[in-house]
């Protein structure tokens, strides 16, 4: 995880963050904040194309995946160096498929969830180097979510298995967080899916993608953010309790539910998914601020009226997407700020500790030819 302070330099964004912290009740912080600006700055070159971001580590370390090619790439800021490696097969020190099942384990160490062990990868030599046994609740055949390294401990996601439409699907109240203690060697469970306070709760609405979660912490706490709605849910690692369940006041967060029992859609199965919106990065900044940057939601009427004008949705022609960066006081559960992204920002992958927002530009003709991808760094003027 990101350490306090890695670098030098106090960014215009946290000089912001703490004069609004210090002076402004909560009205006059997001009035404020609504008058930051952002600018392009540093671009960086990664050698490897058709990325998804997964993890970051450190303000130094961005980690990606390559579906097409069930890679592994990993790019250090620092030196500007990537490193890419495959690994996929069925047999030992094997992952056999990479789908949201990577993270960072250390600095020089990637891990990767197969069903039932946890691979860790040297990255820099992209040698197999040790794995970690898994015990999971249920017999499944998919493997943990998102694993990577929260203070001394391996945390992952095991979301709930079933179709989204069941509403015995939220009433089993099991598990969904699984972390494993490095220092003892034993692993343990979190969470109760649906949380008390999510929409869920009592299994008459559901949303898609519901079991799905992300985030961030240290040594102490884990944040814990479903991906479809504004809630947050806090855990103590040192006593393995849950401490709070909160909303987040997120009021351009807007969640597109559906009754269950019900498998109708509002337009239909390809367009649905935008009616909705969705966090994609949820980064622990210091140890009192959580960034949260989310996708905007489309109205029904303006996604309609965009199928009607791309008649190759959803094979060739999809939405654009815009998104949101909210900065979250955990102390006083105070939003500092809820702003829009500048629109051409199509991928957000980490937030640095100078002030700077990585994006990841989409694909171009030369860029797919020359088997590379661009990142590009945003600050606030």
Known sequence: MLKHFTFPVVSHLFLCLFFLSCSAPAGKEQKHAQTLK??????????ESNLLPEDQRAGRFLLFRNPRAQSIVVFDLEKRKTYAFKKQGNGPGA?????????????????????????????????????IPIERKRQTFAPLLLPRTVGQQIIAIDPPQGKWSDPQLYQQSSPYIWAYDLSTAQTHWLGTFPEEGSLLKGGKLYYRNAGLHLFDGNDRYLYVVPVGEPLLVIFDLQSKQKVAVEQLPLDAFFVQTYKTGNPEFVINDDADPYLTSRFVHVQLLGKDTLALI????????????????????????LPPLTYRLAYYRLSDKQLLMDVDLPSEIDKPVSLLHTGGLLVLLPPTEESEQKNRSVLKMYTLE
Do not use: C
Not at 120 to 127: N, S, V
Not at 294 to 308: E, N
């Open 38 to 47: 952002w600018r392009s700055a540093a671009t960086y070159v990664i050698e």
């Open 95 to 131: 992952y056999q498929f990479l789908f949201q099942n990577i993270g960072f384990f250390n600095d020089t160490l990637v891990a990767v969830s197969n069903i039932s062990e946890l691979l860790l990868y040297d990255y820099r030599k992209g040698d197999f180097v040790t794995s």
């Open 294 to 317: 989310y996708r905007k939601a489309y109205t029904k009427d303006r996604l309609q009226q965009f199928i009607q004008e791309h008649p190759g949705f959803p094979k060739t022609d």
